[in-house]
C-alpha cells in the first residue's frame, strides 16, 4: 500500500496498492498465456471487504500487457475478476451472503441494488461452476416444471445419481430437449447414458431414444402414482360429489386421506376411511387398486413384474372403474418403460426432489427470468446438500 485516505465522517478507507516488484510472470487475461512486456500501467478502483465501520475501497495498480498470441491485452489480476468495481474478496462475501439468505436481504446488507447483488452472486457461481470437477453422466431424469401463464413450461434435465439439475429448456417439445443433446453433449457422452427416469410425456422419450438410442427409458413411479391417485379422485367424485345431497358432505374433505397411503395413516383415519368404504365399495376397490399398484417395482425380474401387472389389469374386469381402465391402457401403452425398472432400477424421487427445490428457489426470489442464473443456483443447492450430507456422515 502506497496511500491511504480516511474520511472519518463518512466512514470510509480508500487504499492504493500495488504489488511489489518480483519475477512473477504476467498473465494474458484473454488466454491465459505468458507474457513478460509490459505496454502500459493503469488503476482500477473496486469496493473490497469493510474494515470495521469502514466501507473500503481499493485502487489497484495492474498493467496492459504485449502477449504473443493476443496482443496488447490487460493481465490477468486474481483480485479482479470482472469489469465490474468489486474485488474477488468482495464478490465472494456477497455470494456467501446469497446462499443463505434472499437477494434482496443480502441488498441491504452490503447496501447495493439486489440487481446487482443478483449479477455478483451470478459471477460467484460461474466461477465456482468453472471450477469443478463434472461427475459422469450415466443416467438421466428429464421432467417439466410449470413457471405459469407466461413463461409456460421448463425443461428441466437432471443428474439421477448426483441429484442435481444440468440444464434448462424453455418449453417441453421434443425439440427442447433435443437442445440439450445438441448443445450439451458429444457423441461419447451422448452413447454412454444408460438410463433416463420421464413421466409418460412422448416427446421426451422420442428426443431420448433418438439421440442415445442404447439408453433404456424408465418411467417415474411418482408420475405413474400419480395417474392412480387421479382415477381415485375421479371414482371418488363419480360416486359422491354427483350424486349430491348427504352423500357428497360424507366425502367432502377425505380427497387428501384416500391419496394417502394406508401406511402412512393413524387408527382414527383409517378407521374414516373404512367407514367411508362400508359405504361404496367401488371407491374401496378404487384403493385398493392404487394402493397395490405400488407393488409393481418390488419386482426385480421383468417376467414377475409384467405376470403382477396383468393380474393387477385382470382384477378390473367387471369392476366398471372408467378411470382405471383408461389408467391400464395407460400402462400397457408404456409396458417396456415400466419393466425396464428390473433391469435399471434407478433412484425415483430424485426428480421429484430437484423439482421442490428449484420451486423454492423460485418461490423465495423474484428475479429468476435469467434461467443461466436459476440453473446455477440449484446446481449449488444440490452440491452443498451433497457436501453436507458427506460431512455428517464422517462425523
Ligand atoms: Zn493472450
Not at 86 to 112: H, I, M, Y
Request: aromatic share 10%; charged share 30%.
Amino acid at each position: 500500500m502506497y496511500r491511504h485516505e480516511i474520511d472519518e465522517e463518512k466512514r470510509t478507507l480508500k487504499l492504493w496498492v500495488r504489488r511489489k516488484k518480483s519475477n512473477k510472470a504476467l498473465i494474458c487475461s484473454v488466454c491465459g498465456g505468458r507474457c513478460s512486456q509490459i505496454e502500459e500501467v493503469r488503476d482500477r478502483e473496486v469496493r473490497d471487504l469493510p474494515w470495521r465501520k469502514y466501507q473500503t475501497t481499493v485502487v489497484v495498480e495492474y498493467y496492459r500487457v504485449r502477449c504473443p498470441k493476443c496482443g496488447v491485452k490487460v493481465e490477468a489480476v486474481g483480485q479482479l475478476p470482472s469489469k465490474a468495481p468489486f474485488s474477488k474478496d468482495f464478490e465472494d462475501a456477497v455470494g456467501l451472503a446469497c446462499e443463505a439468505a434472499a437477494a434482496r436481504q443480502v441488498a441491504r446488507q452490503f447496501q447495493l441494488p439486489a440487481s446487482t447483488v443478483r449479477a455478483i452472486d451470478q459471477r460467484y457461481l460461474e466461477r465456482w461452476a468453472k471450477n469443478r470437477k463434472k461427475p459422469a453422466l450415466r443416467q438421466i431424469g428429464v421432467d417439466e416444471i410449470y413457471l405459469g401463464k407466461t413463461q409456460k413450461f421448463l425443461t428441466v434435465v437432471s443428474n439421477l445419481e448426483t441429484g442435481e439439475p444440468l440444464w434448462f429448456g424453455q418449453d417441453r417439445q421434443q425439440e427442447t430437449l433435443d437442445r440439450f443433446f445438441q448443445e450439451e453433449l458429444n457423441a461419447l457422452q451422448r452413447g454412454r447414458i444408460t438410463a433416463a427416469c420421464v413421466d409418460m410425456w412422448e416427446p421426451f422419450t422420442a428426443s431420448i431414444l433418438q439421440w442415445s438410442p442404447q439408453c433404456r427409458i424408465v418411467y417415474d413411479k411418482f408420475h405413474v402414482m400419480q395417474h392412480a391417485n387421479q382415477a381415485v379422485d375421479e371414482v371418488r367424485r363419480a360416486e359422491f360429489f354427483r350424486k349430491g345431497g348427504p352423500m357428497r358432505g360424507l366425502v367432502k374433505g377425505k380427497r387428501w386421506l384416500l391419496l394417502t397411503r394406508w401406511v402412512n395413516l393413524d387408527d382414527p383415519k383409517r378407521q374414516l376411511l373404512n367407514e367411508l368404504f362400508k359405504l361404496n365399495r367401488k371407491l374401496m376397490k378404487a384403493y385398493l387398486l392404487k394402493e397395490s399398484l405400488d407393488q409393481l417395482w418390488t419386482y426385480t425380474y421383468e417376467g414377475a413384474a409384467r405376470r403382477y401387472l396383468h393380474q393387477w389389469i385382470d382384477q378390473l374386469r367387471w369392476q366398471r372403474l372408467e378411470p382405471f381402465q383408461k389408467l391400464a391402457a395407460l400402462l400397457l401403452r408404456h409396458l417396456e418403460g415400466l419393466l425396464n425398472y428390473c433391469h435399471v432400477p434407478v433412484r425415483f424421487g430424485v426428480v421429484e426432489a430437484i423439482n421442490g427445490n428449484i420451486k423454492a428457489l423460485l418461490r423465495r426470489g423474484r428475479g429468476y427470468k435469467n434461467l443461466r442464473y436459476l440453473l446455477l443456483k440449484a446446481q449449488r443447492l444440490a452440491a452443498l446438500k451433497t457436501e453436507f450430507l458427506l460431512l455428517r456422515r464422517a462425523a
